[in-house]
């Protein structure tokens, strides 16, 4: 029988798995640093129900495999049941099993492509009905019909792509290209995808480059010579952190679909921004991966108050239902998907490197991962 | 009689414990359908160590209760109609009692689909690991067949509002766009999912004829 033989016996112990090095760290260090604000802010005042949160944090190294050796670390060596971590699908995908067969919970703050659900899994990232039927939508009805696609070669990518090659083609419109470069790619490998754009004269870019990849895709369309203002870049994923990463003269003009950004206002939001910058420096901005994991732990601690017990089938039906008013408005979890109903908003980047909300909804979008609903009907939402 | 572990623990403990499987263990509520002989009480005692509820069931009832979490109970012929379930569907962990020199048909344990076995004479030992394997292989099983479930559901979903969808393109001439939409908002009003506004679409379409 397991034992505890942590001497902090009083503490509530979580796992927290974001990786600090390689090729991902870039965004996942803010989301490690949004966990650890929303942990210090519930210690701060009081813990949860007198106990304090106490984060126990590895480094996967942005290697899907080690997520899932340390996911297994921290279920089985650590006896931790509630794991706050992953932003890549690869790494989601690699830690599932391990949650699934022993009953953990995974609590997951990126946007994917959706078509999941797992009863381990809390999902409070946007799912393609809550970013991508807009982003298709504003990109034809603004700069037109022809659309190219670039991407990171690994599951996101391609199944957004083949999401948003739907969208596009139901509206009227079409791929005019696809091309993938490698996860971990160099500055080079996006030499022949910028030839290939310059070939095919898209009327917008929709890109799922993720990582350091991302900063190279953004530089090398700068370096080419291409005008953001008649064929920008379109991301899900790109934020003001990787905004920051390639130059601010470099990303103005770009167009990004999320549930936050960091220049929404609001005073929930002005606090948080301020609470952040506070601990990680002035320059450092927030932004929608940060959020959620922010968001996320204090939906957990909620629900943790009410149940003061950690066991997954016990919290997990708190959680379920919970409302939560965090930076981008008030948000819930759905009860019949594990996801969060989020917020909808496309931003262009200024030139101060923020994201100027160009379109958002009128009230959360309830999650619907395997569009069943197809998403279309969000004009009436939006204003 | 009702037995109950004497100080068992609530939902709370600390964070370590409540994440371990003896606070699992202590959460259970175990139904021991054996003879209350010797052997009988040491397994209610082993088990009453997890701090479990442990509720004792003899002579057996016509219909054992499905209430249970775990199940203890001797692997005879009879037992399949005694359960409140068919296989596949069990509604409690089952552990099936063997004696220690079995001679009867093996194929019990397929067609009771029994989740762990545990032989007589019992040891301390044994009574907790078949525990321990037949909650934690049944709690897996539950939580697939749970996932699986909504997968059926939302693929049988995604048919109904594709079908909801013909109808509302031929007989209201609207454009595929336009029928997601009318029926997006009629949900949204109504807040209901969507694919209960696609079945009241099609029930009344069959209705008009």
Not at chain 1, 229 to 242: D, G, K, Q, V
Request: glycine share 8%; aromatic share 8%.
């Amino acid at each position: 029988m397991a034992r505890t033989s942590d001497r902090r016996d009083d503490a509530w112990r979580v796992g927290v798995l974001f990786s600090h090095s390689g090729f991902m760290a870039i965004i996942e260090e803010t989301q490690l640093r949004g966990t650890l604000l929303a942990i210090d802010e519930i210690n701060a005042a009081g813990g949860v129900n007198g106990r304090e949160l106490v984060p126990v944090i590895y480094d996967p190294g942005s290697e899907p495999v080690v997520f899932g050796q340390l996911a297994k670390r921290l279920m089985v060596d650590d006896a931790i049941s509630t794991i706050f971590g992953c932003y890549t699908s690869s790494s989601r995908k690699a830690v599932i099993p391990v949650v699934e067969r022993l009953n953990g919970l995974l609590w997951y703050p990126t946007l994917y492509e959706g078509f999941e659900f797992s009863p381990n899994v809390i999902y409070t990232g946007a799912a393609p009905n809550q970013n991508s039927v807009v982003l298709s939508r504003y990109l034809m009805e603004n700069f037109g019909p022809r659309i190219f696609f670039v991407g990171s070669d690994y599951i996101y990518p391609r199944e957004s792509n083949r999401i948003m090659a739907e969208l596009v083609r139901r509206q009227g419109g079409d791929v005019v290209g696809e091309v993938y470069v490698p996860l971990r790619a160099q500055r080079s490998d996006f030499r022949s995808a910028m030839r290939l754009i310059k070939a095919a004269r898209p009327d917008a870019i929709f890109s799922t480059v993720v990582g350091d990849g991302t900063v190279y895709l953004y530089q090398s369309y700068f370096d080419a010579g291409f005008d953001s203002a008649n064929m920008p870049i379109a991301s899900l994923t790109t934020t003001e952190a990787e905004i920051r990463a390639m130059g601010f003269d470099v990303g103005k003009g770009h167009i990004t679909a999320a549930s936050y950004f960091q220049n929404i206002g609001g005073s929930c939001n002005e606090r948080f921004v301020s609470r952040y910058q506070k601990r990680y420096g002035a320059d450092e901005p927030t932004n929608a991966c940060v959020e959620a994991a922010y968001f996320q732990v204090h939906v957990f601690a909620k629900a943790l108050e009410s149940t003061n017990s950690m066991a997954t089938d016990v919290l997990r039906t708190m959680v379920l239902g919970t409302e939560y008013e965090a930076p981008q408005g008030a948000i819930s979890i759905n009860e019949t998907s594990n996801h969060a109903d989020l917020w909808t908003r496309i931003g262009r980047v200024n030139r101060c490197g923020q994201f100027d909300v160009v379109l958002q909804s009128q009230d959360v979008v309830p999650a619907d991962p395997y569009m069943v609903g197809a998403g279309w009907g969000l004009a009436a939402g939006l204003t | 009689m009702v037995l109950s572990g004497s100080d068992r623990r609530t939902a709370g403990g600390t964070g370590g414990e409540a994440s371990s499987l003896r606070g699992e263990l202590a959460r259970l509520d175990i139904l021991v359908a054996v003879p209350g002989d010797e052997s009988g009480i040491f397994l209610i005692r082993e088990l009453q160590r997890t701090r479990a509820t442990v509720r004792h069931l003899w002579p057996l009832p016509e219909t054992l209760p499905e209430s249970a979490d775990v199940i203890f109970s001797d692997l005879t012929d009879g037992l399949s109609a005694r359960l409140a379930w068919v296989p596949g569907c069990a509604k409690s962990a089952l552990v099936g009692i063997l004696p220690a020199q079995f001679e009867g048909d093996l194929d019990l344990l397929r067609t009771l689909a029994v989740d762990a076995v545990l032989h007589r004479p019992f040891t301390a030992r044994a009574v907790l690991t078949s525990l321990v394997m037949a909650w934690t292989r049944f709690g897996y099983e539950r939580r697939l067949r749970q996932r699986i479930a909504k997968l059926d559901e939302t693929l049988r979903s995604v048919r109904i509002v594709e079908r909801a969808k013909a109808i509302l393109i031929t007989g209201r001439k609207l454009s595929e766009d336009d029928a997601y939409r009318f029926m997006q908002r009629q949900a949204m009003d109504r807040r209901v999912p969507i694919a209960a506004i696609a079945t009241a679409i099609i029930d009344s379409q069959r209705m008009l004829g």
